[in-house]
């Protein structure tokens, strides 16, 4: 009993702050004391500043020979592009509208790793767990946008709404791609910044997952619940149980334990990235649909997440 109880107060420990960030962001929104100005800009800040500053500070803090795991890397992005061919051979058969058949792929299959995994991989393994999971998100930033494009060209190609050429531009010009590439040279070789441009990227960094997590909260919008339909209840449930409990068990097999599985398990089981509805909106797909699916994972992956790493804990893997 006392294994379950200490189990428990672990998994509050690592879920609980971060959601309830994402609470207050919300509240703060309902009582007007935050706006959609704020959450515009505080979002765009994040984006643009204080979270690449965040992933470039924790790789070029790193021993890249000591974190770098290419077999790891290699399970994310097959097991990623299988899900994603999954997703889309099961859903053609039962979604007629092209608009929805995209946002529903992207919705089930993309993880906001960028934030959350990133909040709840600090809190469960510190600086370790951040400088792997930045590592991570190097692949699967550029992974989820292709892959996101592809899955939503099909109504992009009837409304004339998408181009190619365009979208990759801007995967190729993603802060978080640009801040990897700089700090990689760092984390290979060990390079030191100077005292005073560290000092300065922490002081971004450390601004960017309360700042991130209260943009969050603060762009949920409970009353679409009423409108939510199948298709977001079963991207969901793919996303959030599915998709994590069959992969995190193919990794187990493989032979991936402690630290390496529990970082797995978090970039399959984060909710869908908020990131999906501008893309989704922007390529002439059904952007209701998309804000659903995020609203739900985002709400429903409080309790996944949490039982996810109960059992990895009363296991004794991490």
């Not at 099961?90 to 992207?106: H, M, R």
């Not at 978090?266 to 609203?295: D, H, R, Y």
């Not at 309790?303 to 893997?317: D, H, K, P, W």
């Amino acid at each position: 009993m006392e294994l379950y109880l200490h189990s428990l107060s672990f998994t509050a420990n690592i879920v609980a702050p971060i959601f309830f960030i994402v609470f207050l962001g919300y509240l703060l929104k309902r009582i007007k004391l935050i706006d959609e100005a704020f959450i515009g800009t505080a979002s765009k800040l994040v984006f643009v500043i204080t979270l690449p500053a965040l992933v470039f500070m924790s790789i070029s803090r790193t021993d890249f020979h000591a974190v770098f795991n290419p077999e790891q890397l290699s399970f994310v992005l097959i097991g990623t592009l299988i899900s994603f061919v999954f997703l889309w051979a099961g859903a053609k058969f039962w979604i007629t509208k092209p608009e929805d058949l995209g946002v529903f792929i992207q919705g089930a299959f993309r993880s906001n790793y960028g934030i959350i995994g990133l909040a709840v991989s600090y809190n469960l393994f510190s600086d370790s767990g951040l400088a792997q999971a930045s590592l991570l998100l190097a692949l699967v930033i550029p992974l989820f946008n292709v892959l996101s494009i592809i899955a939503l060209t099909i109504p992009a190609q009837q409304s004339g709404a998408s181009s190619w050429g365009k979208t990759t531009l801007e995967v190729i010009k993603n802060p978080l791609i640009i801040a990897v590439l700089l700090a990689l040279p760092f984390s290979y070789f060990g390079f030191q910044l100077p005292e005073i441009a560290q000092k300065t990227g922490r002081y971004f960094a450390n601004l960017t997952l309360p700042l991130a997590l209260l943009a969050i909260g603060g762009s949920l919008n409970l009353a679409s619940l009423r409108n939510t339909s199948a298709q977001a209840s079963w991207a969901t449930a793919c996303k959030l149980v599915l998709i994590p409990f069959i992969l995190t068990i193919a990794a187990w097999v493989y032979g991936f334990r402690g630290q390496d599985l529990a970082m797995l398990m978090v970039l399959f089981g984060c909710p869908t990235a908020a990131a999906s509805f501008v893309m989704a909106k922007g390529m002439g797909g059904n952007a209701e649909l998309a804000a659903n699916i995020i609203l739900m994972t985002t709400l429903g992956s409080v309790i996944t997440l949490s039982a996810g790493i109960y059992l990895l804990r009363v296991s004794a893997i991490i």
